[in-house]
């Protein structure tokens, strides 16, 4: 369960950085919502 959520939880920073990384650069793009993928 310990290792399950822990990579769970790396997943999911690792989507929200990605995603982060490529609205960042986009203006006429919403701004970065870790909840909308």
Aim: proline share 14%; with cysteine.
């Amino acid at each position: 369960d310990v290792v399950s959520g822990c990579v769970n939880v790396m997943h999911m920073d690792v989507r929200g950085l990605w995603f982060s990384t490529i609205k960042l650069p986009s203006p006429s793009s919403s701004p970065p919502t870790l909840a909308n993928p």
